[in-house]
């Protein structure tokens, strides 16, 4: 009996050793901030940041995208393309399910919710930001002009686990987009429920990726917890993740530093912070920060008063003593952005057109101030991040304007947060801002140049630029002819002085020295915990 007791212990300790060496990463809670509440989770309207970490971690799609960049299997277990690549027929696990809030299982998720979901993302009725996603799909433009139904949409259920998409134009990397989160799947009866809420509160969505909502008291904590409901590809290692709603960009390094979180995308003015630390940092060139013009404002709606302070610029004092976090930028598209396969900016416009010039500059402001009926200078408010470095290097543009145009200009720092909303809401005249697309896509950004388009801060209208890009975003014109087509949209911006890019910022997520496993996408893409860990 000792002999047989003895034996029993030792195994029970050797177990319990095995089980710290293989799991002592998994199973925890996951810390994570967030500046604002997410805006929704339906999937086809959600377009804010937040929204979209969110849905890539409590939903999932026909694909999902891992750790190392590549696409893996979601909904859908495989995939094939015809020799046209106009036709992909999708084959959709069987073991997959729709479950509650509070884990209750509803029903398997099929073919039928992503024919309701693509339809819905294309509808003109939806009003999504996000239908140029789906124009890839056959028919999906006419159908959000109004011009056919949406069920003329190419998407068809051959039977409940198999999805054939037939596209408007050839694609080789569908399998990718598909993992987007206006793609995710929706429930049509849990979407009628809903009665008009749908992804407004956590029982207003049902949920079939890694993780479901069991808490979200708006403005304050967002919780997820691991849905057990789901069998994918990868299974989730930690137990869930709560989220710290109204965390802002100068509090993310005390938040990281005192273990409250444990990752966070910090501004790149404090991320000497982590230096000689043993945290672990990723760096993201996907921020352009450019002076963007209302062209609604009284001042601004002058073409000859935004030429002027184009033309005034000192960009070589302005560039001084930029800190390493900060570049100089002649584009507004960032250097991560693609074209199809290819990187945009080694094809792209490198250089602003429009050069440093005092005297150019006063015959404009003079022209401008004459078609505005101006007898003295105005009064201009220009908005700005509250960074020192950036300010410091302003600093030497208001001079300028000062010096060669007798112009006084109000330099009005605010935190990232309130720096956006007031832009988005166009209570601004110039503003330092950084335009954001969906994904990093060069289209995808200057999309948000087009008419009545939210996202278009500045007023900028061009009936060419929008048919030109529109050709694009809709397959119209592809491979080379894209690039040479957005690069004409973007000199078209910059010939109407709407915006002018002056900085590229390195955005950088950081993780805990205890932390694995928690990957970021660039151009704010979003952040995937499923295979995150945490060390005690």
């Known amino acids: 009996m000792r002999t047989f007791l003895s034996l029993l212990l030792a195994l029970l300790l050797a177990c319990s050793l095995v089980g710290c060496s293989e799991d002592s990463t998994s199973g925890k809670l996951l810390n994570y901030p ?7 989770l339906d999937p086809q309207l ?28 979601g909904v859908a277990a495989r995939w094939d393309i015809s020799e046209d690549k106009l036709t992909w027929t999708f084959y959709l696990r069987r073991d997959t399910y729709w479950s509650t809030y509070n884990g209750e299982r509803v029903a398997p998720v099929t073919a039928d919710d992503f024919v309701f979901a693509l339809r819905r993302l294309v509808d003109p009725g939806t009003h999504s930001t996000l239908v140029h996603e789906a124009q890839v799909i056959k028919n999906a433009s006419a159908i959000a002009s109004g011009t056919l139904a949406p069920d003329q949409l190419g998407a068809e259920k051959v039977d409940d686990y198999t999805l054939v998409l037939h596209l408007a134009y050839p694609s080789e990397d569908l399998h990718r987009q598909a993992a987007s989160t206006a793609w995710l799947p929706c429930y049509q009866p849990a979407f009628e429920e809903s009665s008009g ?3 407004r509160d956590k029982d207003t969505l ?33 137990s869930g993740v709560l989220f710290t709603i109204g965390v802002k960009p100068e509090e993310m390094p005390t938040a990281l530093l005192n273990g409250e979180v444990d990752a966070a995308t910090v501004p790149g003015n404090l991320i000497r912070k982590f230096k000689d630390t043993d945290y672990h940092v990723t760096e993201f060139q996907d921020t352009v920060w450019s002076l963007c013009f209302n062209e609604k404002d009284e001042i601004f709606r002058s073409k000859n008063m935004r030429l002027a302070i184009a033309s005034v610029m000192d960009r070589a004092s302005m560039y001084s003593s930029l800190p390493s976090y900060l570049q100089a930028s002649f584009s507004l598209v960032p250097p991560e952005a693609v074209v199809g396969d290819q990187p945009y900016r080694e094809n792209a416009l490198s250089s602003f057109p429009i050069a440093e010039n005092p005297q150019a500059a006063q015959d404009y402001f003079a022209a401008g101030s004459a078609e505005l009926g101006l007898t003295e200078s105005p009064q201009v408010d220009l908005l700005c991040p509250d960074q020192a470095d950036i300010k410091l290097s302003l600093g030497f543009l208001l001079q300028s304007l000062q010096k060669h145009l007798g112009l006084y200009v109000n330099l009005v720092p605010l935190p990232v947060t309130d720096l956006n909303a007031r832009v988005e809401r166009g209570d601004y005249q110039m503003a330092l801002y950084s335009i954001q697309g969906g994904n990093d896509w060069a289209s995808s950004l200057l999309a948000t140049f087009q008419t009545d388009v939210p996202a278009n801060v500045t007023g900028f209208s ?7 890009l529109s050709q694009v975003l809709s397959g119209a014109i592809v491979d080379d002819k894209a690039v040479e087509t957005l690069y004409e949209c973007e000199a078209l911006v910059y010939s109407d002085v709407a915006a002018i890019p002056l900085y590229l910022e390195s955005r950088y997520f950081v993780l805990a020295p205890n932390v694995s496993g928690i990957v970021a996408r660039s151009f704010y893409n979003g952040v995937s915990f499923i295979e995150g860990g945490k060390s005690d």
């Not at 694909?63 to 190392?68: E, F, K, L, P, V």
Request: glycine share 8%; with cysteine.
């Open 34 to 40: 967030l500046e604002a509440d997410p805006t929704q």
């Open 46 to 73: 959600a377009d804010s940041y937040e929204s979209k970490i969110l849905l890539q971690n409590c939903m999932e799609g026909l694909t999902r995208i891992a750790s190392d960049g590549s696409v893996i299997p």
């Open 197 to 199: 809420r749908y992804g």
């Open 462 to 468: 061009s009936s060419i630029y929008n048919d030109q």
């Open 206 to 238: 049902v949920y079939n990726g890694p993780f479901r909502m069991m808490l979200w008291e708006h403005g304050k904590t967002l919780r997820l917890k691991q849905n057990l409901n789901y069998k994918g590809h990868l299974a989730p290692t930690p």
